[in-house]
């Protein structure tokens, strides 16, 4: 094998690497600390970073994505499991992307209720929440504390989401 094929060879490899380690939700090199540590702190500098684990959908189908097309480029990729063969990740792959897009598309409409839901009970003033407060606030000072009208409303309990 002369040089050139064994440098093809080496970075071939080290793509493959990357893109198991990538879907495989592991390092393809060892992380190295950017910061170096205080000894003046108590915790270590030197262990925070940024993740790099792209463990999300989204990230993940373009992972295999890549991973599909560095096979298709190499020749002498010939699986015998057909479950292996390009054909057959390429199917798989379009079944991710159907299945992803079928979840956010079903998604977005239920963050979007839950969010007019939250403005309609803790939006400051306006919200449910306030009002109850006011409502409350309200029969106390004309029936007072004691009567059994704010006793009556009294015990009915709003929280305030966090």
Not at 1 to 9: L, T
Not at 45 to 68: C, F, G, P, T, V
Not at 129 to 141: A, G, L
């Amino acid at each position: 094998m002369d040089q050139f094929s064994a440098d093809w060879v080496d970075h071939f490899v080290a793509d493959l690497v990357v893109q198991f380690a990538r879907i495989l939700h592991t390092r393809a090199k060892a992380k190295v600390a950017t910061i170096a540590d205080n000894l003046a702190t108590p915790e270590n500098e030197s262990q925070k970073s940024i993740s790099a684990s792209q463990m999300s959908y989204d990230s993940r189908i373009e992972n295999l994505s890549k991973l599909i097309i560095l096979l298709t480029n190499e020749p002498l990729y010939a699986p015998n499991e057909n479950d292996l063969k390009v054909v057959a990740l390429n199917t798989l792959l379009n079944q991710l992307k159907i299945t992803n897009t079928a979840v956010i598309n079903v998604t977005t409409p239920i963050s979007n209720a839950r969010l007019n839901r939250n403005k309609i009970l803790y939006l400051a003033v306006t919200g449910l929440y306030d009002i109850q407060n006011e409502v409350k606030k309200y029969v106390k000072s004309v029936y007072g504390a004691t009567s059994p009208e704010y006793k009556q409303i009294s015990n009915i309990k709003f929280t305030k989401a966090r």
